[in-house]
């Protein structure tokens, strides 16, 4: 049975404390955001990381990328570890990073051939994923400063992340301002915020790219998880992993997780889409659609740990990807190495190359309208 959070917090002070028991430290000041120095970068900006706690929840922050360095949670004993991937140092994030926690910006996921065609005016972006662009280019959001704002508001903890982006930065049309809010909750809900206005007709798809492992950073793979997602149809890709435009039919395949599964049930299954994404890098075309606020979409659990996630968002797609490029390179911030299937991600999203298929919802912001969506992630066990 799956408890609340407030019930292993109320358990954890009736006997031994989690700061006791568990294996990560708590955020410096409590509930209060608690700013230092993480690291300088090559043409002399400082990078800050923001230290959040609230509802038993540990979040830390980076200034580079509106990055989440760690966030932390209890098993059902109370013992806290780090369940997201990331680096230890700033270097690692600018030299090697496969956007470990970073806000994606402009355009999360992939657009086809790094090219569309808006009002008649064909934009070329920066390319670099073969000949497309992922991820809004090769120094998308993920790679810019943010500034930051800390906050408390009645029993809710957070930060304020601004970036203005350019007109013609990475070769997208105009210029976009955009504004980030990460918000803790007394329940430990961590709820995401995105806003962007735009000067000239544009798009925009902002989402987060966190890896979850819910047994804890670099303790192995997640092909244990059990994962659900509310959804009947996929995106198909061609060997650029670029949708082919098709909404298939998820029962009957690899693809079907409207039941809770392990991950690891059908991963080696020889799908076709499974061989050219090594594993899961898919889009899910969420069967609720476009909502007017945040709805349930998905759930993550651990069987050992006991540890849950379940996301809520008004967005129509869901990005699951399962860690299939991580190849034993990169070492974590536990100084442990990250191998395949080590960690995933469960991006919430419009459809990926939107711009070039007009049949997807449209990701089109035009000037005098505000780009809104939400995303909440809340833990349990």
């Given amino acids: 049975m799956e408890l609340s959070r407030r019930t292993v917090i109320a358990g954890t002070a ?23 120095l993480f690291g300088t970068l090559a043409d002399g900006t400082k990078v800050h990381r923001w230290s959040l706690e609230n509802g038993g929840t540990r979040l830390k922050v980076l200034s580079y990328g509106g990055t989440v360095q760690s966030l932390e949670i209890p098993d059902r004993h109370g013992r806290y570890a780090n369940v997201s991937l990331g680096f230890a140092a700033i270097d ?3 030299a090697k990073s496969p956007y470990f926690g970073a806000t994606i910006g402009r355009y999360g996921n992939r657009i086809a051939e790094g090219r569309f065609t808006l009002d008649g005016t064909t934009h070329q972006l920066s ?29 809710d903890v957070g930060l304020v992340l601004h970036y203005t982006s350019v007109d013609g930065e990475m070769g997208y049309p105009g210029t976009l301002r955009t504004k980030v809010t990460f918000t803790l909750d007394r329940h430990g809900d961590w709820r995401i915020d995105y806003e962007a206005t735009t000067d000239k007709p544009t798009v925009v798809n902002l989402t987060n790219h966190t890896y979850w492992n819910l047994a804890g950073e670099g303790s192995g793979g997640i092909h244990d998880h059990e994962l659900t997602i509310a959804a009947s149809r996929y995106t198909p890709t061609d060997a650029g992993l670029i949708p082919t435009g098709e909404l298939a039919r998820a029962a009957g395949t690899p693809f079907d997780f409207r039941r809770a599964k392990p991950i690891g049930r059908d991963i080696r299954a020889g799908h076709p889409q499974q061989v050219t994404a090594r594993g899961y890098d898919h889009n899910w075309v969420l069967d609720k ?17 006991g540890r849950t996630l379940r996301i809520a ?9 399962s860690g299939n490029f991580l190849d034993g390179t990169l070492v974590g911030t536990s100084g442990h190495t990250y191998r ?3 960690g ?25 309208q505000t780009y809104r969506t939400t995303t909440i992630h809340s833990f349990g066990v």
Avoid: M
């Fill in 289 to 305: 659609g476009v909502t007017a606020r945040p709805e349930h979409i998905a759930t993550l659990r651990d069987p050992h740990s």
């Fill in 313 to 321: 968002t008004d967005q129509p797609g869901l990005q699951f990807y």
């Fill in 127 to 155: 390319v670099n994923d073969g000949v497309n662009s992922l991820h809004g280019g090769a120094k998308g959001f993920d790679k810019r400063v943010w500034d930051v704002e800390p906050f408390t508001k009645g029993s």
């Fill in 92 to 94: 690692d994030y600018v």
């Fill in 14 to 36: 009736a006997g031994v404390t989690a700061a006791t028991i568990g294996t990560a430290q708590a955020a410096p000041g409590g509930g209060k955001p608690v700013k230092e």
């Fill in 340 to 342: 395949q299937g080590d």
């Fill in 344 to 368: 995933l991600c469960l991006e919430t999203q419009h459809f990926p190359d939107s711009p070039n298929e007009p049949s997807f919802p449209s990701t089109v912001l035009r000037p005098g």
